[in-house]
Each structure stands twice: as structure tokens, then as C-alpha cells.
């Protein structure tokens, strides 16, 4: 069984770079977003694959069903015209930017983590959705509540600064 | 690294959907009859030749209806641990933590509503 989630986890990572490939190199700020939520997808299977699967699920209630709609709002809001700016190729030194620096921050982030690191030996343990009830209703229960009262706040909030306002005309 | 046969379940349908979805694809690829020409990418191929870009623009406001969605979204993620738990749990203290939690909700709705967020122009009284 270990051996197939080995594999499955490298299809996951498969889909996670293929989104993001997908994400930065399309012509079209659409097809840009439908990479990002391949991405999104795979980051939900990782979530399963790591004892996680309500943090799994609400990945994809959240960030592929809501923030997903949210940033397919703000293509659609902004002026980006396939003819705009940032379409023109490349030149040479930004290719050499792009690959190089975050190239080099990758390459020796994963060499001292594999190095140094010492592998874990814990195995990860399902917490039921239940128990997690049980803490907000329990012990968290102020943080509970304030959660609504952020979310209302920043509800309110967004509707204050952006919504159109009703202007009074004068006649 | 936890791998059930929960996975197998979800990779197996995420397959089956990939086919589903891929299939006609390809097979309207090797069947349909093929042809190329400059009218056919127009957004409707008969009819008034369309004039001007098809990326309009929409009004800011309906951001905001995307904006209140993700914060109801949010909420959904702790009340449904929540709501599990319920039926677990004793005295009357969680039912009114979860009133609570809802009241405040509410309240963003009534004030949405007196506001004028859902109403029609979308303009909100100031």
C-alpha cells in the first residue's frame, strides 16, 4: 500500500506543477486560472494523502469553488487584452531572471531540508470532523464566535468601500 | 503519507471523470469533419459580423456578490464540524454558541438588506 501512495503522491505533485506550468506560461489569463485550480485540485489530494480530509474537502469548497469565482471576477473586471504588454515574448534576461533566481531559492531550500532534516517518523492520525466540533463548541469557543464577527466585519466592510453608491442627482 | 482505499475510490472517479470529459473531446477530434477558415473562430459564425472586442467589462459590484459568497463559504467550513458534533453534545450552552454564531450572520444580512446590497439599481445608500 505504501508503494501506491508513493505513486499517487507523485501524481499529485505531477498535477500541482503541471497547473502551475499551465499557470504561467498561458496566453490567456483564463487558461491561466483553470491551471491554478489543477493546482488547487492536486493540493486537496495532498491534504487527503496526509490524514487531512475535511482540511481536503473545504480546500475545494473554498479555493477552488469560492476564491476560484473570485479571481475569474477580478480577469474579468481588469482590461487584459491579448495584445496588452505582458503578452509580448520574453526577452532573453527576463527568461534568465525567471529561471534562475527561484530556481536557485528551490533547488537549495529542498538540498538542506533533505540533508539536514531528519525524516520523520510519525505517522499522521485522522482527527474526525466530530472532534474538531467538539473544540469549537468546547475550549475554542470564544475564537468561535469571533470568527463570525470577523467575517461580518469584513463583509460589511468590502460592501462599505467598494459597492457602488447611490448618488443623489440634483435636479 | 496515509493512503486508504478511500483514495482509490477518489482517483478512480477523478479517472472516470477524465474520460467522460475527454472522450468526446477526442472523438470529435478524430470524427468531425474538418475545415479552416477565419469566419468559423468568429463568436457566432452566421448572423451581423460583431463589431468591437468581446471583453466587456462588468460592473465592480458583482465582485462583491463573489465576495460575500467566499465569507458565507467560510463560515460553512466551521459550522459543519460544528454540526456534527451537535448531536453529541450536552446542556444547552452549544445550542446557544451556535445561535450565536448564526445571530451574527444574520445580522449581516439584515444589513445587507437595509442597505440595498440586494436590490435593484446596485447601489448601496450611503
Not at chain 1, 495584445?83 to 533547488?107: C, H, M, N, Y
Not at chain 1, 466540533?133 to 468590502?158: D, H, K, N, Q, T
Not at chain 2, 463559504?73 to 453534545?89: G, N, R, T, W
Request: glycine share 10%.
Amino acid at each position: 500500500m505504501d508503494k501506491i501512495g508513493l505513486g499517487v503522491f507523485l501524481a499529485h505533485v505531477l498535477i500541482i506543477v503541471a497547473g502551475g506550468l499551465v499557470t504561467v506560461f498561458a496566453r490567456s489569463l483564463v487558461r491561466a486560472l483553470t491551471g491554478l485550480i489543477a493546482t488547487l485540485f492536486g493540493v486537496a489530494g495532498l491534504y487527503f494523502l496526509m490524514a487531512a480530509p475535511f482540511i481536503g474537502v473545504m480546500q475545494v469548497l473554498i479555493y477552488v469553488g469560492a476564491v476560484s469565482i473570485l479571481i475569474f471576477f477580478a480577469i474579468a473586471f481588469t482590461k487584459s487584452s491579448h495584445l496588452g504588454e505582458e503578452a509580448r515574448p520574453r526577452k532573453q534576461s527576463q527568461w534568465f531572471f525567471l529561471l534562475s533566481v527561484p530556481g536557485l531559492v528551490i533547488f537549495s531550500l529542498g538540498y538542506l531540508l533533505i540533508k539536514f532534516i531528519p525524516q520523520g517518523f510519525l505517522q499522521p492520525q485522522e482527527t474526525q470532523v466530530k472532534d474538531l466540533g467538539g473544540f469549537f463548541l468546547g475550549p475554542y469557543m470564544l475564537p468561535f464566535e469571533l470568527i463570525s464577527l470577523v467575517l461580518l466585519v469584513a463583509m460589511m466592510g468590502a460592501v462599505i468601500l467598494g459597492f457602488e453608491k447611490k448618488i443623489k442627482r440634483e435636479d | 503519507m496515509i493512503f486508504s482505499w478511500l483514495h482509490v475510490a477518489i482517483i478512480l472517479f477523478l479517472g472516470a471523470g477524465v474520460l467522460f470529459a475527454g472522450v468526446p473531446l477526442l472523438a470529435s477530434l478524430l470524427l468531425a469533419p474538418k475545415c479552416k477558415d477565419e469566419e468559423l473562430l468568429l463568436p457566432y459564425e452566421c448572423g451581423l459580423r460583431p463589431y468591437g472586442t468581446s471583453w466587456v467589462r462588468f460592473g465592480i459590484n458583482y465582485y462583491f456578490y463573489a465576495l460575500l459568497f467566499l465569507a458565507f463559504d467560510v463560515d460553512v467550513l466551521y459550522l459543519y464540524p460544528v454540526a456534527v458534533y451537535y448531536p453529541f453534545s450536552e446542556g444547552f450552552l452549544p445550542l446557544i454558541e451556535i445561535f450565536l454564531f448564526v445571530f451574527i450572520l444574520g445580522l449581516a444580512v439584515i444589513y445587507f438588506f437595509k442597505k440595498g446590497v440586494f436590490s435593484w439599481p446596485r447601489r448601496i445608500k450611503v
